[in-house]
């Protein structure tokens, strides 16, 4: 069972900016997708971002412009720059990743959660 740990989140006035980051707790063998996800009070889980193992990047229409998703892939880590921060964008951010663990078994984990929260 692959874990990923992630960190970054915290509390900001509007217009702020947070870096969250999210890595495997251990050594992984290959990391595909990676993406970022948040889930705000009474809403479901939305997808912010994501990124293919080729760099290929996905975003949200309301975080266009003001987000941005990479990877180090020697380090299978993810981050999440988040410029221009809105209070509508106050949530629990969750990284996902997909990939073939140690033991050569494919694997699809998700962190534990990290709050960010935009004050107005």
């Known amino acids: 069972q692959v874990q990923l740990v992630a960190s970054g989140g915290g509390l900001v006035q509007a217009g702020g900016s947070l870096r969250l980051s999210c890595a495997p707790s251990?050594?992984?063998?290959?990391?595909?997708?990676m993406g970022w996800y948040r889930q705000a009070p009474g809403n479901q889980r939305e997808l912010v971002a994501s990124?293919?193992?080729?760099?290929?990047?996905n975003y949200a229409d309301s975080v266009k412009g003001r987000f941005t998703i990479s990877r180090d892939s020697v380090k299978f880590t993810v981050y999440l720059q988040m410029n221009s921060l809105k209070p509508e964008d106050t949530g629990v951010y969750y990284c996902?990743?997909?990939?073939?663990?140690?033991?050569?078994?494919?694997?699809?984990?998700w962190g534990q959660g990290t709050q960010v929260t935009v004050s107005s």
């Open positions: 251990g050594v992984v063998l290959r990391i595909n997708d």
């Open positions: 990124i293919s193992s080729g760099g290929n990047t």
């Open positions: 996902n990743a997909n990939g073939v663990s140690m033991q050569a078994r494919p694997f699809d984990s």
